[in-house]
């Protein structure tokens, strides 16, 4: 599928690409098998994907933008190849304990719903990895079930703890590090999301899924345990 | 090795700042003045990429455990050596367990302090930058960072140079349109090129700018952001992002600053005047 593209300039020498102004897994498909087939260019400093853009950073500032922008609208348009990447679904656990999902019941009162309602909703589908931006490693998800959007706290916690699992608005995601944070806490992955040891610093890319698995709090300090030990591996399926 | 005896008010080690990772939302961090950081290292003869230690508000004290040469650069807080004072842009063979400190304030917000070779910290894709869970050197009290031994072989004959004025004192940030500058009207627009100053919220993250802009434009799917993008929040508030920013940003940007505008906002300090100055894409 192709769509209508905008192609600006962003400062001195870096091109934004934007999508039609919509979320969906169609556009952010599109933008990585696009980032993938620019990728080749030697003068790409970097590139950063969001929603519904793409911004190529060049090493140098641009002077030629009109060649620039047209090679990149020639490797747009004759791409009727598509650069797969391996994608796949990785299976997180999260312990709903209340002593992790600090306000599942605050939540549970307000939805006039239990909290193993919440606990099934939020598990029971699998997500979109949209992209990563925020913090390392934070992963932006699509998906999470109408009943289950919550307005943020309207005032942000000083503290999160490191891989506390939050909902707000529409967005569902994992805290990388211990961060200040506004999102209503609901469990608690004993993953760590951007470990800068590990060969692949974030295991997930864009266009990967996420599927929430529900562990007991034994559970939780035996994988906390594995995983600082360097021993845990996290299920994956090809999608 | 140079042993940090106090860390001040913040300092951290910068280089030119990490690239090719942001898909990550690894930021770019490195030197937010730019134009300083490249003189001091030029003037020791290092690579434009070699590591420095920047010093915000110039309050740090350090002791050199072995022989080097070092150079100030960037904002002047008095800089002395064993309590002696030096001079800015100049370049100083050092023995082993001088002390340098600062007094105050003449001009500026962060000193660079370059060592010849650079700083040797651990490279963390392809940076010695620090940001907070990418890198481990923190520099705080009794930190202890690796230099090189000092190269006596080479042409002594360091120069030393004037910093221009204006880059202190100059409140014009030259500028490009951002992609939503299109989305304010004429009367926003004219407004956004006249004065504003600084307020208390500035760091390495972003510089929040004191008076506000009528703001009706709605937010942004969140969208690509750099160091120099001008956002502009809800409540009418300019924030331009520096150096240690995100990757991605839900609020509209309604300009970018130029290399040397960043460099120029990273020696302000709060009240500062500042005035954007847009400039033609070519």
């Known amino acids: 599928m192709k769509f209508q593209l905008t192609y600006k300039l962003f400062g001195r020498s870096a091109i934004l690409i934007e999508w039609p102004a919509n979320i969906s897994q169609e556009i952010i498909q599109d933008i990585i098998s696009f980032e993938r087939k620019i990728k080749e260019i030697d003068s790409i400093l970097d590139t950063i994907i969001a929603y519904n853009s793409l911004l190529i950073r060049y090493q140098n500032p641009i002077t030629t933008n009109e060649i620039i922008i047209s090679q990149l609208k020639k490797i747009y348009e004759a791409s009727s190849y598509l650069i797969k990447q391996d994608q796949f679904l990785w299976h997180i656990p999260v312990c709903y304990d209340v002593s992790f999902g600090i306000d599942l019941e605050e939540i549970a009162n307000k939805k006039k719903c239990s909290v193993a309602d919440i606990i099934r909703l939020h598990t029971e589908t699998d997500y979109l990895v949209y992209f990563i931006g925020f913090q390392p490693g934070f992963l932006y998800l699509g998906g999470l079930h109408q009943n289950l959007h919550i307005p943020r706290k309207s005032n942000p916690r000083v503290r999160v703890d490191m891989g506390s699992v939050g909902i707000g608005g529409s ?40 599927q929430f698995i529900a562990v007991d709090i034994h559970s939780f300090y035996q994988i906390e345990r594995e995983v600082i030990n360097q021993e845990f591996i996290i299920k994956k399926r090809l999608l | 090795m ?22 990550m939302g690894v930021p770019q961090a490195g030197y937010a003045d730019s134009y300083a950081a490249k003189m001091a290292n030029a003037l020791l003869k290092n690579h434009e990429k070699d590591a420095l230690i920047e010093i915000t508000f110039g309050q740090g004290k350090f002791k050199f455990k072995s022989d080097t040469y070092i150079c100030l650069t ?53 940076s010695r930058s620090y940001f907070e869970g990418i890198t481990q050197q923190k520099l705080v009290k009794g930190a202890m960072l690796p230099i090189l031994p000092i190269q006596k072989d080479t042409d002594n004959s360091f120069s030393r140079v004037r910093a221009s004025e204006k880059h202190f004192t100059t409140i014009y940030l030259p500028c490009l349109k951002g992609p939503e500058f299109s989305k304010l009207n004429n009367e926003q627009q004219r407004k956004l090129l006249t004065p504003f100053s600084i307020s208390d919220h500035n760091n390495r993250v972003g510089y929040r700018l004191k008076e506000s802009l009528e703001n009706n434009i709605s937010s942004i799917l969140t969208s690509p952001v750099l160091p120099g993008t001008v956002q502009l929040t809800p409540s009418g508030k300019c924030i331009i992002l520096m150096q240690d920013c995100q990757v991605t940003g839900g609020y509209p940007r309604i300009l970018q600053l130029s290399e040397i505008a960043i460099a120029r906002i990273s020696q302000k300090i709060t009240g500062d005047k500042i005035q954007f100055i847009l400039e033609d894409h070519s």
């Open chain 2, 74 to 126: 960037g904002g002047d807080f008095s800089p002395k050596l064993n309590g002696k004072l030096i001079k800015m842009q100049s370049v100083y063979p050092i023995k082993k367990d001088s002390v340098l400190s600062f007094g105050k304030r003449v001009y500026g917000a962060r000193v660079y302090l370059s060592v010849q070779g650079g700083i040797q910290t651990e490279k963390v894709y392809g």
């Open chain 2, 2 to 23: 140079i042993e940090v005896l106090h860390p001040g008010i913040y300092c951290s080690i910068q280089d030119q700042g990490r690239f090719g990772y942001a898909k």
């Open chain 1, 171 to 210: 967005q569902t995601g994992v805290y990388p590090q211990d961060s200040s944070g506004g999102w209503n806490i609901i469990g608690k992955s004993p993953l760590n999301f951007f470990d800068i040891n590990a060969s692949e610093s974030c295991f997930a890319k864009p266009g990967d899924r996420i």
